[in-house]
């Protein structure tokens, strides 16, 4: 018998194994080159500790609140499309490893489980991702249908105008499944002969012509709080607060989007220095250890999303998977804290890290 793995890395391979190669390459692949993608989980082996010694650290406190929520820890799970093509039980096997961990899930609106099931399939909080079809009548009927079923806030991807080039993809003639969400209100039933079925999807779907100034439309259709996802800069982080969303999630959508964007934790700091306070800012790419969620903290981070090793994980042992990525990351993250002199996340500060820009500084 194969041994059990001892970190979030070692589930990537058992996905590899247990997944056709087109679903494998889907979930694992990123823009273009993929330089991003690498960059992502390299940027954070960039970041150095400087741990604090002699600190009370018998008893550890990792929980934290998102926008009055209490979770467990500061890891939450990101929202990831076509989940069923990891695992039979797809979305609703990472709910219940979600709710057993006492976390929030970021169900995604492109899921292959429908937000009933979801959310009839046990008891917690929940977020929606959202993206803006060209019938914003659809978009709008899946936000009130989350709502009326309990889920907590709407998470606005805005990087997706069209969808990333994923050369994978493409090569592998990718197929989308019917999603289970829009049946009986648009066919996802979409192909093409010359590549990936979900960039022609895609582009039959999305509505570009999305802008700052719909946020308000948003607004008039849901009651809950909004975050948006898929911030970079400074600018973009100013303006989220000026039109008043709840949260910011500085993410480059996985590396899936446009590449040769900046790694999410170097672009951190500059996001949160912007917003100063006013709103949340959460971070997802390129987390696969407690180490990397520590580091997001200290930048600044009020928590992070993991995307990748949950997929990674479901593929490999279904919903045990899934709880098994989210228990190793907080195990790393407690032990983390430990060695760093950290009793509780609200101890994590900028100065239990060093970046390469104060390694930079100091030399001038």
């Known amino acids: 018998m194969a041994a059990e793995p001892v970190n979030v890395n070692e589930f990537q391979e058992l996905a590899r194994q247990a997944l056709p190669k087109m679903y494998y ?4 692949g990123g823009a273009e080159d993929q330089h991003t993608l690498r960059e992502n989980v390299e ?5 150095t ?3 604090r010694i002699l600190v009370d650290v018998s008893k550890i406190d990792m929980s934290t609140t998102i926008l009055g929520y209490k979770i467990s820890s500061p890891i939450m799970i990101a929202p990831t499309s076509l989940q069923k093509l990891a695992h039979p039980e797809g979305e609703i096997a990472t709910a219940r490893a979600a709710a057993a961990c006492n976390t929030i899930m970021v169900l995604s609106f492109m899921a292959t489980c429908t937000v009933e099931e979801v959310a009839s399939s046990c008891n917690a909080v929940r977020f929606l991702q959202l993206y803006v079809f060209k019938r914003r009548d659809i978009s709008a009927q899946v936000v009130q249908k989350a709502e ?3 889920f907590k806030a709407i998470v606005l991807t805005v990087d997706t105008p069209r969808l990333g ?7 592998n003639r990718m197929v989308s499944p019917q999603l289970k969400n829009f049946e009986g209100l648009l066919t996802t039933d979409v192909s093409n002969d010359k590549g990936s079925s979900l960039e022609a999807l895609a582009s039959e779907i999305y509505d570009a012509s999305l802008s700052w100034k719909d946020i ?4 008039s259709i849901t009651n809950l709080p909004i975050l948006i996802k898929g911030v970079l800069t400074c600018e973009d982080a100013i303006k989220a607060v000026e039109v008043g969303v709840s949260g910011i999630i500085v993410s480059n959508h996985g590396a899936r989007q446009l590449d040769y964007v900046p790694a999410t934790i170097s672009a951190l700091e500059e996001v949160v220095r912007a917003v100063g306070g006013r709103v949340p800012v959460l971070l997802d790419g390129g987390i696969r250890r407690g180490t990397d969620v520590f580091k997001a903290l200290a930048l600044g981070a009020q928590a992070v999303l993991v995307g990748r090793p949950v997929i990674y994980g479901l593929a490999a042992k279904g ?3 899934v709880r098994r990525v989210l228990e190793m990351l907080k195990d790393e993250l407690e032990i983390t804290m430990a060695l760093s002199g950290c009793s509780s996340v609200k101890d994590i500060s ?3 890290v060093r970046t390469e820009r104060d390694r930079l500084q100091s030399m001038l």
């Not at 390459?25 to 694992?28: E, I, L, P």
């Not at 080039?165 to 090569?171: L, S, V, Y």
């Not at 308000?216 to 607004?219: D, Y």
């Open 148 to 150: 009326r079923y309990g």
């Open 49 to 51: 500790f400087q741990p």
């Open 43 to 47: 940027a954070f082996s960039r970041i």
């Open 25 to 28: 390459d889907f979930f694992a």
């Open 165 to 171: 080039r994923r050369e994978a993809d493409i090569k």
């Open 319 to 321: 919903e045990h998977g």
């Open 216 to 219: 308000e439309w948003l607004r």
């Open 350 to 352: 900028r100065r239990h």
